[in-house]
């Protein structure tokens, strides 16, 4: 079945651009909804023409990619200028937000735009899945609470806090705060039971081990003054506290804020956890508190003596005893119920959809993610990307097979061509999971979203969510290359009406480049082979250090990977592209260009590859970017790997002397196009 539907705001924001003459605007961003595209969308799918809808998707794809290009700028000397020199007109970066401008963005901002969508269809008992008739009337519950009456929404928010005792800065005018009874180790242990939040200390499980230590990093911004000026009205607004008694709280939870952060490290839970029995766990810090207590009350249950737990950065837990003991008893209390009812707090002077939807994308990351698959993932699309797979698999098994990776000891190559076709595409569309055994028995009360939330929060609270990806990515333990379903949407990378060109270039480069990152499992090569393999590595190296972006020069960098899986990707997705043109009809070739662009086919390839990259990043975030130095930037990834492709030079009828010709090549292996 032709999915025309979603295709059509796309369409509509087209028409506009080219009824109004001109490319300028953003293109790809989505308008918030609006009912008068709605209608028109409702028009053109009832009356839909095949050949015209063709013509103008062609059109559109066309507009897009010119309105990036900068014509003045010779394809031969900086191929990432001429392909994205207008980009940042387009797309600028700004001082604050957003401080850098890419394609993934855009492919983020489509894509959040559809789940959007597809959560305001009304929900549907007949039609809808259970668990996705749930989400949708959770969903709504969340719009709905807007015209809650304040008092309830108050009460509800005092209510959570009475779960676990009483908050300091929430007592009545001359009623005295029972100090003495807080405990703050038991309050911090209970709300991390009951709706797994992560205050002062965190509990972690992780493929069979439990981690407990430092909380997700807390990073204060540079305006404290600002900060506890926030806490400050929302305690006021949220919970009708006195403007003077919140300000002077909202100081006290930003200086606690600040001198817990102090202590805190970036890392990720699993990374350098410390292994401890329960009585080497409590031992250091006993005087001031006593983790396996802790442990034991979020996870209901006694550690026995010999049980293992991994205390996650020990400088932290340290730190925090220190803290806990200068810090006056009623601000500890205040900062952990203002960290809880933070999480609680409902906007009501903004529109509910934006808070709306993040909640759920936060609260139910899977289920969301597999709603946009099944709409998205049709059969006709699914066949597509897995076309493109196979034959980028295909061309890649031709290079390591050919004379150019001769070089290889046979059983490194035989490794490693099995590690190629032992390599799988997955769809990150959480197809696996049975959500209506995940959400049964899970009642939604319509009106009443922070019942709701409470209830889903506590069904899952030791449940740590699946950080969702929105770019392609290699994974080395089950040996997949996982593509985001951001990525199935169509019209931004490929679409069925445009030229295979745009696919490979896009698509097919971005599954080469993860498809290469399964060569370097270091177990597979012998001594001889790797040492042929870091003969090349330093030709990267080197000639990766002579790149300059704004005048200056890469950082020489022994991390090389990135830069290797680049140039593999290139030459891979080309030639299963020269091989899919090889195998067309000539009668078919005029779809493989666009109008209004004088590309060949070939040239085509090589645009979309370019503009895949373009982005734009404003001087403080490129110095920064520059500093950190973590990859190669943009730009230098697609100079550095086309300078590098003889067959670029050759579409492009380079001459020597042009900077995209390299006058010494580095690779790893070479393709042959003949
Ligand atoms: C055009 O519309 C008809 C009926 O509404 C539908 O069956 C068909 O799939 C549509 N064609 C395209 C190309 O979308
Ligand atoms: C910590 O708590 C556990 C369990 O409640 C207890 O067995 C242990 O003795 C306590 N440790 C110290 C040092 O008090
Ligand atoms: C811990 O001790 C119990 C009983 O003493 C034993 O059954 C269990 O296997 C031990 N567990 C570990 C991980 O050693
Ligand atoms: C990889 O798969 C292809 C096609 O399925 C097959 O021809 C080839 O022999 C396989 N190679 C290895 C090393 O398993
Ligand atoms: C999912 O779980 C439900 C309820 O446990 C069950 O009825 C259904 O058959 C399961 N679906 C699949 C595909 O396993
Ligand atoms: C490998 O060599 C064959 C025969 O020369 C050629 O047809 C094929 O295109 C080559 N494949 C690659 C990836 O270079």
């Known amino acids: 079945m032709e999915n025309i539907l979603p295709q059509l705001p796309f369409l509509a924001t087209l028409v506009c651009l080219l009824l109004a003459g001109s490319v300028q605007g953003h293109l790809l961003s989505q308008p918030t909804i609006d009912l008068h595209i709605q209608a028109q969308e409702q028009l053109i799918s009832q009356h839909n023409d095949s050949a015209y809808v063709q013509r103008l998707m062609r059109l559109a794809k066309s507009a897009e990619m010119r309105s990036y290009i900068n014509p003045k700028q010779e394809p031969c000397d900086n191929f990432y200028e001429y392909s994205c020199g207008r980009w940042p007109l387009i797309n600028p970066a700004n001082d604050a937000h957003p401080r850098e401008t890419n394609l993934e963005q855009l492919v983020v901002k489509a894509y ?175 005087d001031i508190f006593n983790l396996t207590q802790y442990v034991e009350i979020v996870l209901d249950r006694e550690l026995a003596d010999n049980e293992t737990i991994y205390e996650h950065v020990p400088s932290y837990l340290n730190h925090l005893a220190g803290v806990v003991v200068a810090t006056p008893p009623h601000v500890l209390a205040n900062y952990i119920f203002y960290e809880l009812l933070e999480y609680f707090f409902y906007d009501r002077t903004v529109s509910p959809v934006e808070q709306c939807v993040n909640r759920i994308r936060e609260q139910f990351p899977e289920l969301l993610e597999n709603m946009v698959y099944k709409q998205y993932g049709d059969a006709a699309t699914l066949s597509d990307i897995n076309g493109v797979w196979q034959q980028i698999q295909r061309s890649f098994r031709g290079v390591l097979e050919n004379a150019s990776a001769d070089w290889l000891s046979t059983d490194t190559r035989e490794q490693l061509l099995g590690q190629l076709n032992e390599t799988e595409l997955e769809i990150n569309g959480y197809a696996n999971i049975n959500f209506t055994e995940k ?96 003969k090349r590595k330093a030709c990267f190296k080197d000639q990766y250090s002579r790149l300059r972006l704004h005048g200056e020069y890469l950082p020489e960098s022994d991390l090389q990977a990135e830069n290797i899986a680049d140039n593999l990707a290139i030459q891979v997705a080309y030639h299963a592209y020269r091989r899919y043109l090889a195998e067309l009809a000539s009668s078919a070739l005029v779809t493989e260009v666009l109008p209004l662009l004088d590309h060949t086919p070939r040239q085509l390839f090589f645009l979309s590859y370019g503009q895949l990259w373009c982005n734009d990043a404003n001087g403080q975030f490129r110095e920064k970017h520059s500093l950190l130095q973590t990859s190669t930037p943009n730009a230098l990834r697609v100079l550095g790997a086309l300078s590098n492709f003889p067959a670029f030079g050759q579409d492009f009828a380079c001459i020597s002397g042009n900077q995209m010709m390299a006058p010494k090549k580095c690779h790893l292996f070479t393709i042959n196009v003949d």
């Open 439 to 534: 959400f049964a028995d899970f009642a939604i009360k319509p009106r009443d979203y922070l019942h709701n939330l409470r209830t889903v929060r506590s069904r899952e609270s030791l449940v740590t969510k699946p950080k969702i990806q929105t770019s392609a990515s290699y994974d080395p333990v089950k040996k997949r290359v996982l593509l985001p379903v951001a990525l199935l949407q169509p019209n931004i990378l490929w679409s069925r009406y445009y030229p295979r060109a745009v696919r490979f270039g896009s698509l097919g480069t971005l599954l080469a480049h993860e498809l290469a990152h399964s060569l370097e499992d270091a177990a597979k090569w012998d001594a001889k082979s790797f040492a042929q393999y870091s």
């Open 112 to 286: 959040r735009h559809k789940q959007q969508r597809l959560l305001e269809q009304p929900p549907n008992e007949e039609t809808d899945a259970e668990a996705v008739f749930q989400l949708k009337q959770f969903y709504a519950s969340c719009l709905f609470y807007r015209q809650t009456p304040e008092d309830l929404y108050r009460r509800q928010l005092h209510e959570i806090v009475g779960e676990f005792g009483r908050m300091p800065a929430l007592s009545l005018p001359g009623q005295e705060w029972p100090g003495d009874a807080f405990d703050w180790l038991d309050t911090v242990a209970k709300i991390k039971r009951r709706y797994g939040l992560d205050i002062v200390l965190l509990l972690q499980l992780q493929s069979d081990r439990t981690y407990v230590g430092q909380p997700n990093q807390i990073l204060p911004g540079p305006d404290s003054r600002a900060r506890a000026e926030s806490i400050a009205e929302n305690l006021e607004r949220h919970l009708g506290v006195e403007p003077k008694l919140a300000l002077k709280t909202g100081r006290e939870i930003t200086e606690f804020e600040q001198l817990l952060a102090k202590g805190m490290l970036s890392r990720r839970v699993g990374v350098l956890g410390k292994l401890r029995t329960p009585v080497e766990l409590d031992e250091p810090y006993s």
